[in-house]
């Protein structure tokens, strides 16, 4: 996407966005090639994004950002995301995750242990 991480807090890794909302739809969109995107918007401009892999709306009230991005967003939790005033973006569970067994399978390797990283597919498509 090209935002700096500038800060990890447990499961979430902020970024620096300093962007209009659309310019960062467009840029996650083309990041993780996804076809569309399920949005809720409270914020024109997004300085500072949250993002965690999976389904981690249940985080919704820990994160200090204007917009935060995860997978599998609910209804209710769309609802108090509007509510609170942050902005969501829906990137969907798998495509949050696919990249990360990738990146922490060089951690493990470089604690010396072994790893098998067994490969999955989506099971939705798009249409």
């Known amino acids: 996407m090209g935002y700096p991480i500038v800060e990890r807090d447990g499961f979430v890794a902020y970024m620096e966005v300093n962007d209009t909302f659309e310019a960062l739809v467009r840029k996650v969109q083309k990041a993780f090639d996804l076809p569309c995107l399920r949005v809720v918007r409270c914020h024109d401009m997004i300085t500072r994004a949250a993002l965690t892999t999976g389904s981690g709306a249940s985080l919704i009230k820990e994160v200090a950002a204007e917009c935060f ?7 209710h939790d769309a609802m108090e995301a509007k509510t609170i005033g942050m902005s969501m973006i829906d990137i969907g569970h798998y495509e949050s995750e696919c990249y990360f067994g990738e990146i922490l399978e060089k951690y493990l390797i470089n ?3 072994s790893v098998i990283i067994s490969p999955s597919k989506n099971p939705f498509t798009y249409m």
């Open 69 to 75: 991005l995860t997978g599998d967003i609910k209804y």
């Open 111 to 113: 604690l010396g242990l």
